[in-house]
């Protein structure tokens, strides 16, 4: 089992940026395909962006595409989300997900095929 815990969430303006990190601790960190999710009120938990186990494979919501940027390091066993021009529409609690893969280029998008979650770090952007 790994274990996940975000940070770096806050309040920021129109337009600002924050960069979100997740570190990972239980199991071997690259053994695991990472994502973000995010989820608003009323609303269902959604793909941001994923990435593959060696880094080299990456998935963006067309939402977020050209505005957030997702990376790895294996060897600090952490998984970042940087995202710039941020919009109020993009507030929402965020949370990282891992799943064990074999391949080292798959990249997992849907919701259900992560077994494990974070607490979740709340991003709230004003306008």
């Known amino acids: 089992q790994v274990q996940l815990v975000e940070s770096g969430g806050g309040l920021v303006q129109l337009g600002g940026s924050l960069r979100l990190s997740c570190a990972a601790s239980g199991r071997t960190f690259s053994n695991y395909a990472m994502g973000w999710f995010r989820q608003s009120p009323g609303k269902e938990r959604e793909a941001v962006a994923g990435i593959s186990r060696g880094g080299g494979s990456t998935y963006y919501a067309d939402s977020v595409k050209g505005r957030f940027t997702i990376s790895r390091d294996n060897a600090k066993n952490t998984v970042d989300l940087q995202m710039n021009s941020l919009k109020p529409e993009d507030t929402a609690v965020y949370y990282c997900?891992?799943?064990?893969?074999?391949?080292?280029?798959?990249?997992?998008?849907?919701?259900?095929?992560?077994?494990?979650w974070g607490q979740g770090t709340q991003v709230t952007v004003s306008s």
């Open positions: 997900a891992a799943a064990p893969t074999i391949a080292q280029t798959i990249v997992i998008t849907r919701r259900n095929q992560y077994p494990y």
